[in-house]
């Protein structure tokens, strides 16, 4: 059996492309991205609980591929974003990581998530 190589993609300073409703985003284009989405969703609710992370949904109905608990985070994209898979955003950090999140990576990420706290 086969299995899909796991790459993420890193953007550093990236410049979110519309206002946003949360510090950290998910941003999700097509309803086969919703695993991979979901491994972050995870990842967040474990290492974050309190944090109040959204979905970005860019015209892709998420109500029967989600959780009622993940669905009520989800809210429209607006606009381009220039990113062909699914992504994960922390805004202050302007740190952009698209696919699913490698173990580099999303210690790159939880670490950028992390400093929220110790800036408010």
Same mark, same amino acid.
């Given at each position: 059996?086969?299995?899909?190589?796991? &790459? &993420?993609?890193? /953007? $550093?300073?990236?410049? $979110?492309?519309?206002?946003?409703?949360?510090?950290?985003?998910?941003? %999700?284009?097509?309803i086969g991205q919703v695993p991979? $989405?979901? %491994?972050?969703?995870?990842?967040?609710?474990? /290492?974050?609980?309190?944090?109040?992370?959204?979905i970005l949904s860019f015209g892709v109905d998420l109500e029967l591929a989600l959780a009622p608990s993940r669905f009520r985070r989800a809210v429209p994209g607006r606009a381009d974003w220039g990113q062909p898979r699914e992504f994960a955003y922390c805004v202050s950090g302007g740190l952009l990581m698209a696919g699913p999140p490698t173990e580099e990576a999303w210690e790159e990420f939880e670490a950028a998530v992390s400093r929220l706290g110790r800036a408010s």
């Open positions: 059996m086969l299995r899909k190589p796991y &790459t &993420t993609l890193r /953007q $550093a300073g990236f410049m $979110a492309p519309e206002p946003l409703p949360s510090p950290v985003v998910l941003g %999700i284009f097509d991979d $989405a979901e %491994i972050w969703m995870r990842l967040l609710e474990r /290492q974050f609980p309190n944090l109040g992370w959204r």
